[in-house]
C-alpha cells in the first residue's frame, strides 16, 4: 500500500478537527477527498506533510513511518498545498532548481528532472519567465511539475483548482487522473467540488473531522452532489 | 554532495537570487549606518570623550570607536529582516515547502539560518569597505580576523530573529516586535558607548548593557578588528547562539503546530 492512515485525531484547542480518520491507498488509486469547508481535509494534509504531528494516530508513506521515518517517508510524497507556495521573485527554473536542492538532487540530474517536469506539463517554453509573471492556471500546473520533480510514490493535492476557470480545471484533474492511471502514482485530491470526481474514483468525504463515506464514487455530477449535501446535511448535529 | 548539504546549497542559493533581486536592501543596509558614522559621530565627537579602554591603546576618535558598533547594527538589521522574510514566507506559504522537505527540521532551519547569516556578513563587509573609503580602515588581515566574529554574530542575531518569527502570526505585528527588540539592543549596548560610559550615568544601565549579547558581539567584532580575541565575550556569543537557536527549534517544533492551517 502506498499510503496508510490510522485513527489520526487532532485537535485545535477545544475543537476536534480530525476524530479518528483512517484509509489505506494502493499504488495507482486516484482518491477524492471530498468535503466542506472546515471538514478537516487541510489539517489533514497538514499531518500527511508533517508541518504537524498528529495528537493519535499514524500515517505511512510507501511503507515508511512517518514518524520514524519522517525524511523517507517525505521523499516519497509530492504535495500541492491549498495555499501557492511558489517563490513569486524567481523564475519558473529557479523555483524547480531550488525545490530539486531541497529534496538533494543536484547538478545534472536536476536539470534533468526539472526539464523533464516542466515538458512533462507543457511549459518548457516558460522556464525562464518569473513565477509572478505566470496566470493562475500555469502557477498550479507549475505546483504540480514541481511536485513531481523527484518522482513521488504518493501526490497530495489540497484543493488545487482554487481560484481557476472551468476549462483549466477540467485540463489540471485530467492530468493527474492521467498521472495515476499511466504512471502508478496514487493521488489524493482533497476538493469541496463534486464536479472533480469521476465516476471510477475512491471517494472519502469528509465531515466535521470524521469519515462520513468511503467507498468508489459510483456517480457523478448532479446526483454526486445530491447524495454529499443529504450526506453532510445528515451529518450536523 | 550530501542531501543535506545540496539542500544548504540551494537554500542559500535562493536567498542570494532574492537579495540581488532587492536592490534597496543592500543600499538602506549601507546607508543606515552610514547616516550614524557620518552624521552622528561628527556631530558626538565633540561631546563624547572617550578614555583609553581595550583593544584601544591611543586616543582614537568617535568615529573609530562606533565602526565596530555600526558592523554589529547591520548583523542586527538583517538578522530581524531574516526573521520578517521569515514571517513572509509562512503568509505566502514558501514556508511549507521547506518545512515539508525530507530533511530533518532542525537542520532546514540552521540552512535559513546559515543563508541570512552570509548575507548579512557581506553587508558587513560592504560597509566595512565604505567606512575605509571614508578613512576608518584597518590592518589588512583584521579583515580576515573579524570574518568568524561577524559571522557568529550574525549567526547568532539570526538565530534571535528566527526564534522571534515563530511568535508572530503576522506581518503586521512585525513591526510592534522588532521596536522592543532592536532599539533596546542596539542602545543598551556597547556600540555607541563603552560601558564604563554607562557606568557613569547609572549602574541599572551598565548591568543592562553588560549583560547584552549584543554589546558581545560588539566587543568580539571590535577586538577582532584590532587583531586581538576577547574569549569571554566570543564565549557569549555562541552560548546565547545556541539559547537562541534552541529556542527557535521549539518555537517551530511540528508537536506545537504552528504552522497551522491558516497561518
Given at each position: 500500500m502506498s499510503l496508510q492512515i490510522r485513527d489520526l485525531t487532532q485537535n485545535w484547542g477545544q475543537k476536534r478537527a480530525l476524530d479518528g480518520v483512517g484509509f489505506t491507498l494502493e499504488a495507482g488509486e486516484f482518491c477524492a477527498l471530498l468535503g466542506p469547508n472546515g471538514a478537516g481535509k487541510s489539517t489533514l494534509f497538514g499531518l500527511l506533510t508533517r508541518l504537524f504531528t498528529p495528537k493519535q494516530g499514524h500515517i505511512s508513506i510507501a511503507g515508511h513511518?512517518?514518524?520514524?521515518?519522517?525524511?523517507?517517508?517525505?521523499?516519497?510524497?509530492?504535495?500541492?498545498?491549498?495555499?501557492?507556495?511558489?517563490?513569486?521573485?524567481?523564475?519558473?527554473?529557479?523555483?524547480?532548481?531550488?525545490?530539486a536542492g531541497l529534496h538533494g538532487i543536484k547538478g545534472a540530474a536536476a536539470r534533468t528532472a526539472a526539464r523533464?517536469?516542466?515538458?512533462?506539463?507543457?511549459?518548457?517554453?516558460?522556464?525562464d519567465e518569473k513565477a509572478r509573471d505566470l496566470n493562475g492556471g500555469h502557477r498550479r500546473r507549475l505546483e504540480i511539475a514541481r511536485a513531481l520533480l523527484h518522482r513521488p510514490r504518493v501526490l497530495l493535492l489540497d484543493e488545487p483548482t482554487v481560484g481557476l476557470d472551468a476549462a483549466t480545471r477540467h485540463a489540471l484533474v485530467s492530468h493527474v487522473h492521467a498521472l495515476a492511471r499511466e504512471r502508478g502514482i496514487t493521488v489524493l485530491w482533497a476538493t469541496h467540488l463534486t464536479?472533480?470526481?469521476?465516476?471510477?474514483?475512491?471517494?472519502?468525504?469528509?465531515?466535521?473531522?470524521?469519515?462520513?463515506?468511503?467507498?468508489?464514487?459510483?456517480?457523478?455530477?448532479?446526483?454526486?452532489?445530491?447524495?454529499?449535501?443529504?450526506?453532510?446535511?445528515?451529518?450536523?448535529? | 554532495m550530501t542531501h543535506a548539504l545540496c539542500a544548504l546549497v540551494a537554500i542559500c542559493h535562493r536567498e542570494f537570487l532574492r537579495f540581488l533581486g532587492q536592490k534597496g536592501r543592500l543600499v538602506s543596509a549601507l546607508v543606515r549606518p552610514l547616516v550614524w558614522l557620518l552624521v552622528f559621530a561628527a556631530g558626538f565627537r565633540a561631546a563624547l570623550g572617550l578614555s583609553i579602554t581595550p583593544p584601544y591603546q591611543t586616543y582614537i576618535p568617535y568615529e573609530t570607536y562606533i565602526v565596530p558598533g555600526l558592523v554589529g547594527m547591520v548583523v542586527l538589521f538583517n538578522g530581524m529582516q531574516t526573521s520578517l522574510s521569515l514571517?513572509?514566507?509562512?503568509?505566502?506559504?514558501?514556508?511549507?515547502?521547506?518545512?515539508?522537505?525530507?530533511?530533518?527540521?532542525?537542520?532546514?532551519?540552521?540552512?535559513?539560518?546559515?543563508?541570512?547569516?552570509?548575507?548579512?556578513?557581506?553587508?558587513?563587509?560592504?560597509?566595512?569597505?565604505?567606512?575605509?573609503?571614508?578613512?576608518?580602515?584597518?590592518?589588512?588581515?583584521?579583515?580576515?580576523?573579524?570574518?568568524?566574529?561577524?559571522?557568529?554574530?550574525?549567526?547568532?542575531?539570526g538565530a534571535l530573529g528566527l526564534a522571534l518569527s515563530s511568535t508572530i502570526h503576522q506581518m503586521e505585528n512585525f513591526a510592534g516586535v522588532m521596536n522592543f527588540v532592536i532599539f533596546p539592543m542596539f542602545f543598551l549596548s556597547t556600540a555607541l558607548y563603552p560601558l564604563w560610559k554607562m557606568a557613569e550615568s547609572a549602574q541599572i544601565l551598565h548591568a543592562l548593557c553588560a549583560a547584552n549579547p549584543f554589546s558581545h558581539a560588539i566587543e568580539t567584532i571590535r577586538f577582532a578588528l584590532y587583531l586581538q580575541a576577547n574569549a569571554g565575550a566570543g564565549a557569549v556569543v555562541l552560548v546565547s547562539f545556541v539559547v537562541f537557536f534552541a529556542l527557535a527549534l521549539w518555537g517551530y517544533d511540528p508537536a506545537r503546530g504552528l504552522i497551522r492551517r491558516k497561518s
Open positions: 513511518d512517518l514518524s520514524r521515518a519522517p525524511d523517507k517517508a517525505l521523499a516519497s510524497l509530492g504535495v500541492v498545498f491549498q495555499q501557492p507556495t511558489l517563490d513569486l521573485d524567481l523564475t519558473v527554473w529557479r523555483n524547480l532548481l531550488y525545490f523533464r517536469a516542466l515538458e512533462q506539463l507543457g511549459m518548457g517554453e516558460r522556464a464536479d472533480e470526481v469521476a465516476a471510477e474514483d475512491r471517494l472519502i468525504v469528509l465531515h466535521q473531522g470524521r469519515i462520513l463515506r468511503d467507498g468508489p464514487a459510483g456517480m457523478t455530477g448532479a446526483q454526486l452532489s445530491d447524495a454529499f449535501l443529504a450526506l453532510t446535511r445528515k451529518a450536523v448535529p | 514571517v513572509a514566507d509562512r503568509e505566502v506559504g514558501t514556508m511549507r515547502l521547506l518545512l515539508s522537505a525530507p530533511l530533518p527540521r532542525w537542520w532546514l532551519l540552521l540552512c535559513k539560518l546559515t543563508a541570512g547569516a552570509l548575507i548579512g556578513t557581506l553587508q558587513a563587509y560592504a560597509f566595512l569597505m565604505i567606512a575605509a573609503l571614508f578613512g576608518i580602515g584597518f590592518a589588512p588581515l583584521a579583515y580576515l580576523a573579524a570574518l568568524p566574529a561577524i559571522l557568529a554574530a550574525a549567526l547568532m542575531l
